[in-house]
């Protein structure tokens, strides 16, 4: 019975060795990179810069530019357009900047401007687009309803926290931190700390004060 138990166990971890394996394997080479097929179908993609395996949806590659040194989480949704195939009216679409790192789990879907300076950071599961539902007509459902297009931007070296959403027209400063589950609606100025939903600016800092909370 022991040899049997022991021989059991060897089995179990030689599976689950074997496994991680394979799964490393997958997450490797299934990651998306510059020199890689799908890589190339970009408009940009600079070097050092990786989209990690799995991801969820990524379309109309060649509206997308990534720079130099960025990662894009697992599980990222990433899109130019409503539908693949899609020829949009601008390009690019979506502009994603030098050394950033996009959370697990986040959304860019870009229809007309979205612009994502360096050194962005974002925490895990971040919504970014430029183009929201409308609620005008009752009769006709709100899926089919869109509001017009607004470019987003999010300034160099800014961070935002987990679950920020960023909407249409929003315009996120440099250097400015956004708190965790905050929604973007207007204009977050330079060096400043901003949450809630809409998103509030609570602490900025001037050269000649410091920080400061404004009035």
């Known amino acids: 019975m022991e040899l049997r138990r022991d021989l059991r166990r060897w089995l179990n971890s030689r599976s689950f060795e074997a496994i991680q394996s394979v799964t490393e394997w997958v997450r490797i080479h299934g990651s998306i990179g510059p020199d890689t097929s799908r890589g190339r179908q970009f408009a940009a993609f ?22 130099r040194d960025t990662m894009i989480g697992p599980h990222v949704a990433l899109s130019a357009g409503m539908v693949p195939g899609q020829s949009c009216v601008t390009s690019p679409v979506v502009k994603i900047g030098d050394r950033c790192l996009i959370g697990r789990g986040s959304g860019i879907v870009g229809h007309l401007a979205i612009e994502i300076g360096n050194d962005v950071w974002t925490g895990h599961h971040v ?20 509001q017009p297009e607004l470019p987003v931007t999010i ?20 250097h400015v931190a ?4 905050s929604v973007v609606t207007g204009e977050l100025p330079d060096f400043s700390v901003a949450v809630g939903a809409p998103a509030r600016v ?14």
Do not use: M
Request: glycine content about 16%; hydrophobic content about 30%; some cysteine.
């Open 155 to 174: 300034g160099d070296g800014s961070w935002l926290g987990y679950g920020t959403v960023v909407l249409p027209g929003a315009r996120i400063g440099r």
């Open 127 to 146: 919504y970014i687009t430029d183009q929201n539902h409308g609620y005008e007509n009752v009769d006709i459902p709100i899926s089919l309803q869109t």
């Open 46 to 67: 600079g070097e050092g810069s990786i989209i990690c395996h799995p991801f969820t949806t990524i379309f109309n590659e060649q509206y997308i530019e990534i720079g």
């Open 202 to 215: 609570v602490k900025r800092f001037a050269p000649d004060r410091g920080w400061y909370r404004p009035d």
């Open 178 to 181: 956004v708190g965790a589950n």
